[in-house]
């Protein structure tokens, strides 16, 4: 590392300019740019392309994924559940027909708001149906 002065710097030569052996000679310019292709395809045509591309990516993560379950087993999910004290020691409500009444007012209100086309109403019948049994399963 150099030493640093105490402050006082004395004055330095001033550098000598190299003589000049060859002159610079002057920049060249660069050519102009390539024009650029026109697309000229069609708008559907680059979605195809880009279909295309989409289904060679989703081949691929699927080969990778393949490949990284042979090397390291298949891939496996566990749910676990847990439950706190409280809600263990609670028991669970016992269903009355009462639990049922939201299904039924659904239902009743989907009869009176389609009137005769019953098949719209199909699915909060169906709801209905399935909370009677449960209801008449723990009774």
């Known amino acids: 590392m150099p030493r640093r002065s105490s402050g006082r710097s004395a004055p330095r030569p ?14 060249r310019q660069a050519p102009p740019p390539a024009p650029a292709p026109s697309s000229g395809g069609s708008m559907l045509g680059g979605i195809g392309s880009t279909i295309a591309q989409g289904m ?15 090397v390291m087993g298949p891939r496996t999910i566990q749910h676990e559940t847990v439950v706190s004290e409280a809600a263990a020691a609670a028991p669970a ?23 005769s086309d019953i098949s719209k109403c199909q699915f909060y019948l169906d709801m209905l ?10 009774a």
Do not use: L, W
């Not at 060679?56 to 042979?70: E, Y």
């Open 14 to 27: 001033a550098p000598r300019a190299a003589p000049v052996r060859n002159p610079p000679q002057p920049a």
């Open 93 to 115: 409500a016992p269903m009355s027909a009462d639990t049922c009444n939201i299904h039924s007012k659904a239902f009743q209100d989907c009869i009176n708001n389609y009137g």
């Open 56 to 70: 060679a990516f989703g081949t691929g993560s699927a080969m990778a994924h393949r490949a990284v379950d042979a």
């Open 129 to 138: 149906n399935e909370c009677r049994k449960g209801a008449g399963a723990s």
